[in-house]
Nanobody
Framework: QVQLVESGGGLVQAGGSLRLSCAASGRTFSGYAMGWFRQAPGKEREFVATINWNGNSIYYGDSVKGRFTISRDNAKNTVYLQMNSLKPEDTAVYYC????????????????WGQGTQVTVSS
């Protein structure tokens, strides 16, 4: 079992920045690839970013490339999502997830999910 708790969401103006954190507890954090997904009202869950166990492999969704940065600190059992140049269309609930199958962009490969944190970007 892995428990994930996101934090850092909030309300920000367009062009601003937020840093999301996801703290993990339970099994060895470094054994998991970690991902961020988001879901806006009335829309399907969308892949945002993923990072492998040691941070050497990273993928981003097309809509966030160049603006968002995923990173992890295995000593702190935490994964981060730095979000810059935020746009109103980034408004969503952001979820952290863990996968023990290796780095993947598919939400169905992630077996553990946090409760989500709301990010709202005003225009």
């Amino acid at each position: 079992q892995v428990q994930l708790v996101e934090s850092g969401g909030g309300l920000v103006q367009a062009g601003g920045s937020l840093r999301l954190s996801c703290a993990a507890s339970g099994r060895t954090f470094s054994g998991y690839a970690m991902g961020w997904f988001r879901q806006a009202p009335g829309k399907e869950r969308e892949f945002v970013a993923t990072i492998n166990w040691n941070g050497n492999s990273i993928y981003y969704g097309d809509s966030v490339k160049g603006r968002f940065t995923i990173s992890r600190d295995n000593a702190k059992n935490t994964v981060y999502l730095q979000m810059n140049s935020l746009k109103p269309e980034d408004t969503a609930v952001y979820y952290c997830a863990a996968a023990n199958s290796g780095i993947t962009v598919r939400s169905t490969d992630y077996g553990y999910w946090g409760q989500g944190t709301q990010v709202t970007v005003s225009s």
